[in-house]
RNA sequence: GCCCCAGUAGCUCAGGUGGAUAGAGCAACUGCCUUCUAAGCAGUCGGUCCCGGGUUCGAAUCCUGGCUGGGGUACCA
């Protein structure tokens, strides 16, 4: 399905170009762009174009008499009904009835693949998300990055990208080490050995429990081994524990990955030896203070990094240089967008350094930076968590909100704006919350398919549908497309959000202006178009859920 | 100090890359259920778009200087 906005961004230029030919308009560079938007008030029509306005000067002429020209120059417009000049020299379109009716039958033909639009043509882009340490169970910043990077790869997928999920484990740093040595020394406190949690370790309450975990499950077998031996063993499987808790914990908020990346495969696979080479064969790394360092300064970075440290382990920078290789060189991506808290904000600039000095080109890397979330109750901010003691978990969330509300409100923010996450908002207003709104229209619109269940019959006349509600809301329907682009351009998913409540809103004005079934006979005719329109609203509203990952209920 | 993000209605936030009259939800107030779900609908109230200056036909949007909040600025990740 074309977009509309584009075709007449393309008529316009093409009558701006005849106008000029014929005398009409003074010659003048056109424009590249034409900008094409959708007006403010209805009684503006479909869509306006303020060209004319940015070209009074261009042309030396009022906008109002450019507009007049374009206009007598436009090619006919199959579903435009009027073009029409509005001060101060705008170009308004409005679309043809029949042809909004006739969408009805082009949506539910469509079915789920309406509101996939063709930007990526088949491009492999891969979205790494959340790849939170895993040293512990998810917490809620982790929340917001899970919701904003599966709805980002569910945008990319409806944009006509191939999406990859991935969730990188770092297996590989000190702070895994740190893990294992603290991990195991709870296991053997459980079978009251005297041993101490590291300074550098973890101290939170998780760690204690899991170890005593540890040791119902695998007894005191471990203890008999060599220390190190017994740290390795012991770790593994708490790594293991923690993967598993995270992966369903995601799908609890229904995520899914395609790919979980463990860093250590970098250093046993051979990535990070080839990546020190082109570093080193490209003149980029120098020795001092004991360390290697990547001179980041000389492709105009902010500071240099340290890519070996003086105690000879590769930091995490070198790691991170490996992984980018891996996932553009080895598995070739064409694209590639990770999804970071503004907590790592700090650490942009050299990933652009690192794409020269691989000899990539840095436009094929994204960093989404989404701001950090505070989590408030009734107005108060809370920061630890009753259970574990240490921050508060996702899981508890979910658990207290529930899914689609978690869902919903992290989505309709932007990812710049730093959010305050109210859960009891979240939960008790949930009369009056948007989240039900948005799924109260889906089981209406069910209801009303299930009532109607006699009269069935797919025989409904769409051009019988000219009331105002009911061409509102094929208007509303047929934004779905134009939202989603806009989202996957701007990697903006909350887009989604603000569209399903207007979506909502024009179906429920609807139900409250017609009738659907009804009981006369002589509405059959017209409820069965209805029924059509109510169908196809139902294909779009499930769409746009879908699309933020949330349910759509079929009774409520 | 320097860098990044933000500041819009009482609250939480939208305002695709400068355009028409500033938007939504919540909160407050008025009405509307004997017919398809009232978790709904219609309406009212509510604005110094943080504050100066600049750019131009035109600024919430762009530039600049401040102020406020958040996050960075490690041989942690």
């Known amino acids: 399905m074309t977009l509309i906005d584009q075709t007449l961004q393309q008529y316009i230029a093409v009558a701006l170009e005849r106008a000029q030919r014929k005398g009409a308009l003074p010659a003048f560079e056109r424009p590249e762009v034409i900008p094409v938007e959708r007006p403010k008030y209805p009684e503006q029509g479909d869509y306006a174009s303020p060209v004319c306005l940015q070209l009074a000067r261009l042309a030396r002429m009022a906008p109002t008499k450019i507009a007049e020209a374009v206009a007598a120059h436009l090619p006919e ?8 000049v509005a001060p101060p020299g705008y170009l308004n379109f409005r679309l043809r009835k029949a042809w909004l009716a006739d969408q009805v039958e082009a949506i539910i033909a469509a079915g789920e693949s309406f509101g996939t639009v063709d930007l990526g043509h088949g491009q492999k882009v891969q979205v790494e ?19 904003l990077g599966d709805a980002l790869a569910r945008i990319l997928e409806a944009a006509g990208y191939a999406v990859q999920r991935e969730y990188y484990v770092n297996d590989a740093g000190s702070r895994m080490r740190a893990f294992y040595e603290t991990l195991y020394v709870r296991y053997a406190q459980a079978f009251g050995r005297d041993e101490s949690v590291p300074e550098d370790g973890y101290h939170g309450p998780h ?3 899991m170890g ?7 007894g005191d077998r471990f203890l008999a081994l060599p220390r190190d031996e017994a740290v390795e063993a012991v770790g593994r499987l708490g790594l293991q524990r923690v993967l598993d808790g995270a992966r369903d914990d995601l799908e609890a908020i229904g995520v899914r990955y395609d790919c979980w990346f463990h860093e250590s495969t970098l250093y046993r696979e051979g990535t990070f030896d080839r990546i020190m080479q082109i570093l080193r064969e490209g003149g980029y790394l120098s020795e001092h203070d004991g360390a290697v360092w990547f001179d980041a300064t000389r492709l105009g970075g902010d500071k240099d990094e340290v890519i070996i440290r003086s105690d000879g382990s590769p930091g995490y920078f070198a790691s991170d240089i490996a992984y980018h290789y891996d996932k553009f060189v080895v598995r070739g991506f064409d694209r590639v967008i990770d999804v970071w808290g503004a907590d790592h904000q700090g650490h942009v600039p050299r ?8 000899g990539l080109d840095p436009k094929r890397l994204t960093l989404v930076i989404y701001q950090l979330v505070t989590l408030k109750r009734g107005g108060e901010e809370v920061r630890l968590s009753k259970r574990t003691g240490d921050m508060i978990t996702l899981r508890e969330v979910v658990e207290e909100v529930g899914a689609d509300a978690m869902r919903f409100f992290l989505t309709a923010r932007s990812a710049d704006s730093q959010m305050d996450f109210d859960l009891d908002l979240a939960k008790e207003q949930s009369d009056e919350n948007p989240v039900y709104y948005v799924q109260y229209a889906h089981a209406r619109i069910c209801s009303i398919l299930r009532y109607a269940e006699t009269l069935e019959g797919d025989d ?7 009331h105002p509600s009911e061409l509102a809301l094929v208007r509303q329907m047929l934004r779905l497309p134009e939202v989603v682009r806009t ?3 701007g990697l903006a998913p909350h887009h989604l959000a603000y569209y399903a409540q207007e979506l909502a809103s024009a179906f429920h004005a609807f139900y409250r202006d017609c009738r659907v079934v009804s009981s006369d006979p002589a509405d059959l005719a017209v409820s069965k178009a209805r029924l059509k329109l109510v169908a196809a609203c139902r294909v779009v509203l499930h769409k746009v859920l879908d699309l933020m990952g949330m349910s759509a209920p079929e009774v409520m």
Do not use: C, I, K, Q
Request: a negative charge.
């Open 351 to 358: 990933m652009f350094t690192m794409m020269e000095a691989l």
């Open 212 to 218: 005593e975990a540890l040791a119902r499950e695998h």
């Open 487 to 489: 989202a996957a351009e």
């Open 129 to 147: 998300f959340v790849s939170a340490n895993p040293t512990g169970p998810l917490h809620m910043g982790s929340a917001r990055n899970a919701v």
């Open 207 to 209: 760690m204690v429990a």
């Open 460 to 466: 409904g006349d769409v051009h019988l549908l000219t």
């Open 77 to 84: 417009l199959p579903y435009v009904e009027a073009v029409t």
